[in-house]
């Protein structure tokens, strides 16, 4: 069974830093694009982040700059290296892994970032 396990949320001042941690279990990592995504109350989810399993990355225009991912395929992790963090941040962020060719797509259950003074 695939489980995405997020972790390291929580609550940080603007302009501060946060560390997203998304560990895969029951799949095959490295055969899988990985991403993250966010969803602000009353706002639809929206792209944050993918790696590929080619490593290229692929980053929205309004984390450009301030966000970085990271994968490790032999721990079976993504990372979220989130700084810079702005109050329009605040979202509960979702891992996600999916392997368009096979029509594979899973979600894990979030994590709660918050950022505000």
């Known amino acids: 069974q695939v489980q995405l396990v997020e972790s390291g949320g929580g609550l940080v001042q603007p302009g501060g830093s946060l560390r997203l941690s998304c560990a895969a279990s029951?799949?095959?990592?490295?055969?899988?694009?990985m991403a993250w995504y966010r969803q602000a109350p009353g706002k639809q989810r929206e792209f944050v982040a993918q790696?590929?399993?080619?490593?290229?990355?692929t980053y929205a225009d309004s984390v450009k700059g301030r966000f970085t991912i990271f994968r490790d395929n032999a721990k079976k992790i993504v990372l979220l290296q989130m700084n810079s963090l702005k109050p329009e941040d605040t979202a509960l962020y979702y891992c996600?892994?999916?392997?368009?060719?096979?029509?594979?797509?899973?979600w894990g259950q979030g994590t709660q970032v918050t950022v505000s003074s």
């Open positions: 790696i590929a399993r080619t490593t290229t990355t």
């Open positions: 029951g799949m095959s990592f490295s055969i899988y694009d």
């Open positions: 996600n892994a999916h392997d368009n060719l096979r029509g594979l797509d899973y």
